[in-house]
DNA sequence: GCATACTAGTTTGCAGTACAGACTAGTCTG
DNA sequence: CAGACTAGTCTGTACTGCAAACTAGTATGC
């Protein structure tokens, strides 16, 4: 790889390189939605750390997160937003460009 | 890819994961060793901040550095140790497994 | 020969972040 | 109705990256 390339390695997606968001985001790539404990239970995030995470993804626009109530016990469904969809798409691309040799 | 590999994510190597140090690392995989300036201009980092990095590096033993001179000038010589070829590598090989689909 | 500028870095201060544990609001159970 | 549980959020702490300021020494201009 040139280093004009690896240069590029600077210009990553922060809010996707995390590691636990990109388990995250990984995860809700795979599915049409997920609730929380869904994504609690597949991540092994720890709940305060599973929040914080999503309401930086939400705040990127990464995930639409809605609030609802399954029967009349609190349930916070997420999914990826296109937005979301083509970060995830862009890092991995830009990613495996700059690793895979 | 199965969740119980996404996991992994978590356990990358985050010394490494840093773009900034990825990107040293990266630069000093494809020579044999490289002076500071030499890492300055290829990185585009400042000073402070490739100074900041190549420490973290020689402390987590992924890098030695020598400290010379190049006539009456101070010359910091810096080259990959063994341990940080083979972080490298398993850094590279693993990202590349959980991002390459 | 003094000072001004340059080289080669290191140190410091600050702002942002991840993390886990403490907390909250509400529901179910015996 | 007391205690346990569910589903999260909030808070404090410790860490980290970053750039600007600083240091130590060398070469250059006047």
Redesign the pocket.
């Known amino acids: 790889m040139t280093p004009d390339r690896m240069k590029e390695m600077?210009d990553v997606d922060?809010?996707i390189h995390?590691?636990?968001?990109l388990l995250i985001v990984a995860l809700l790539a795979g599915v049409e939605e997920a609730?929380?404990?869904y994504l609690?239970n597949q991540s092994g995030?720890?709940?305060?750390?599973?929040?914080?995470?999503?309401?930086?993804l939400e705040e990127s626009r990464y995930v639409q997160?809605e609030?609802?109530?399954?029967?009349?016990?609190?349930?916070?469904?997420v999914q990826l937003t296109r937005d979301g969809r083509v970060a995830y798409h862009g890092y991995r691309k830009q990613m495996n460009g700059l690793l895979s040799k």
Chains 1, 2 share one sequence.
């Open positions: 600077l922060r809010v995390e590691p636990a968001r609730d929380f404990l609690l995030l720890t709940k305060g750390n599973l929040s914080s995470h999503l309401a930086k997160i609030k609802t109530y399954r029967g009349k016990v609190p349930l916070t469904v």
